[in-house]
């Protein structure tokens, strides 16, 4: 069972207040979730993992077809501005803003 202290000792380590309702309710449902992934956990498979898997691949596959294309000018006629055959877009980065 997760403790209303190992609650409030997240929710300090992540920097947001809860109340003591707050703690208990959040107590109660992790101690859930974990109690729920356990049984996962210790429940047993009829077959094996590898019978498991082949039997819900059923992915059906079909051939590659090569289909025209739409016209390039065509498309280029829909943007805002162009260079040769590619669109053209502004320029989003500040002068000097360093990102990371």
């Known amino acids: 069972m997760v403790s209303v202290d190992k609650i409030k000792r997240i929710a300090n380590l992540a920097k947001i207040h809860i ?17 729920f992934a ?15 898997i ?10 590659d077809e090569v289909r025209p294309s739409s016209d390039i000018n065509d498309i280029l006629l829909n943007s805002g501005g162009t260079q040769g055959n590619f669109f053209m877009v502004k320029d989003t980065a500040k002068a000097g803003r360093r990102y990371g």
């Open 19 to 35: 109340s003591e309702e707050e703690a208990n309710q959040l107590a109660e449902q992790m101690s859930s979730i974990i109690a």
């Open 54 to 63: 082949n039997e819900y691949d059923r992915t059906e596959y079909r051939e």
């Open 38 to 52: 356990d049984e996962i956990n210790n429940s047993s498979l009829p077959v094996s993992e590898e019978e498991l």
